[in-house]
């Protein structure tokens, strides 16, 4: 008799692919600013600050360009939050002005999965304007140019 292996043939790839993989599915076109407000001095205000560090990469800043992210420190050991304003028409549709996350015993992976859960699911839609003509199309839909 032989005993069955349960589990996966491979190793995960970890903390760090984990946070890679959210960055890489995260969409900002909702929103209009984002605002990171920690105390420094606060026991969890690292994630915070990670997380505002992966927010200010410029992969992320290319998926709106027009969202403001802004950052304030306090010194009044409030823990640390993110709020994310949104722009009018996510506003009206979802019925929400802003999405305020409380990362006061969060990781920074944690934030990821939320803003992906959150903010990303608000993003609208892209609408495919162009299409990819074959080569057989584009010979029987016009002739040849010279």
Do not use: W, Y
Not at 25 to 52: G, W, Y
Not at 86 to 115: D, R, Y
Request: glycine share 6%; charged share 25%.
């Amino acid at each position: 008799m032989s005993i069955k292996v349960g589990g996966t043939f491979s190793r995960s790839g970890g903390i760090v692919s984990a946070i890679g993989k959210q960055l890489k599915m995260l969409n900002l076109k909702a929103v209009q600013r984002i605002t990171v407000t920690f105390d420094p001095f606060h026991e969890s205000a690292v994630p915070t600050r990670e997380f505002l560090h992966h927010l200010s990469a410029p992969k992320i800043g290319q998926t709106n360009p027009s969202c403001v992210l802004r950052s304030e420190v306090v010194c009044d050991r409030r823990p640390p939050s993110v709020v994310f304003q949104l722009i009018p028409s996510v506003q009206a549709e979802a019925k929400l002005k802003k999405i305020e996350l409380n990362g006061a015993n969060l990781t920074t992976l944690e934030l990821l999965q939320l803003c992906n859960k959150h903010i990303t699911a608000l993003a609208p839609k892209e609408i495919a304007t162009s299409t990819v003509k074959t080569k057989s199309e584009k010979k029987a839909g016009g002739g040849k140019r010279r």
